[in-house]
């Protein structure tokens, strides 16, 4: 007897049986399941927020690599100084554009840092290991970024002092030659082509200056308010500090004084146990004499 073609769906029967045991479960069984699911999901995320570093630490870093930029940002302002001091013959002005974008962007970098090393002050909820950590990482990098805008300030004034040098006449930047045999004779009084263009490249240079003079005073006022917060914040740091220090010293000298008077109470507590016992070893001693003395005119 032959037989048509057949499917095996003992498998999908399964599979839709087990689904209709687990729907019909109680509701609360689920309710039960959830509420596992959520406490191990939570112990699971105290868990990973009890081995991550605490928030200081990433903004201690953050500090760390906007110092970090903040060298090699001067670096490069310091070959840019110098590349724009060269006297040139094209009427490019690339450098001094490259020299305004990154003393924006260093001055950007300092403000910004000064303002993770704010956030670094605030230490709530934390012990006091934890604490003395942090103030003495706040106080040495405040430090460091103080005399980096110190050397920062310095590096502007150094390269204005030369841009003002250079706008001398005489000092190696361009001067009007004009020739004294025309003056000498009445050929003509007026300027010859050489000349004027002389006068309007001079022109042009000077206005660049001007501008660079502009920009470099003004990234030394922003600097040095950035320092000026700075000082206030190291000031800061360093009374906390003064004062840890004073509370140390005041805690010291109060144990000091409490041993020496737990010394002196022993001492008062040992004398007065060894007046007791003489007292009542001459108790002893008179109570004895006595029965001696009534025993022998007894008997």
């Known amino acids: 007897m032959s037989v048509g073609a057949t499917r095996n769906i003992t498998a999908t029967f399964l599979k839709y049986r087990e689904l209709a045991r687990t729907a019909a479960k109680p ?12 406490r191990l999901v939570d112990a699971r995320a105290g868990a990973m927020g009890a081995s991550l570093p605490p928030s200081w630490v990433d903004d201690s870093e953050e500090v760390a690599s906007d110092m970090k930029k903040i060298k090699e940002k001067m670096a490069d302002l310091t070959k840019l100084h110098g590349r724009s001091l060269l006297v040139t013959f094209d009427d490019s002005n690339e450098d001094e554009t490259s020299i305004e974008v990154m003393t924006q962007e ?14 670094l002050t605030d230490g709530a909820n934390m012990s006091s290991e934890e604490e003395k950590v942090r103030k003495n990482i706040l106080v040495a990098w405040a430090t460091e970024l103080q005399k980096l805008s110190m050397d920062f300030r310095k590096q502007q004034k150094g390269y204005l002092q030369r841009v003002q040098a250079q706008q001398k006449p005489g000092a190696g930047g361009i001067s009007l030659d004009f020739d004294s045999k025309a003056e000498e004779e009445d050929f003509d009084m007026g300027f010859s082509d050489h000349q004027m263009t002389q006068v309007t490249t001079s022109d042009a240079l000077v206005r660049e200056r001007d501008h660079e ?9 922003d600097l040095a308010q950035v320092m000026k917060d700075l000082s ?21 000298t109060k144990v000091t004084e409490g041993l020496t008077q737990v010394v002196k109470a022993e001492k008062t507590q040992k004398k007065g146990r060894m007046i007791l016992c ?22």
């Not at 003489?278 to 008997?299: D, E, N």
């Open 278 to 299: 003489i007292m009542f070893l001459l108790a002893a001693v008179g109570f004895m004499l006595i029965v001696v003395i009534v025993k022998s005119i007894l008997f």
């Open 213 to 221: 003079v502009t920009n470099i005073v003004q990234a030394i006022n």
């Open 232 to 252: 206030v914040l190291v000031i800061d740091q360093g009374s906390i500090v003064d004062r840890i220090d004073y509370n140390c010293e005041q805690v010291k």
């Open 27 to 38: 509701f609360r069984v689920d309710i039960a399941v959830e509420g596992e699911s959520s």
């Open 106 to 119: 260093v001055t950007r970098l300092f403000k910004r840092a000064e303002q993770r090393l704010r956030k």
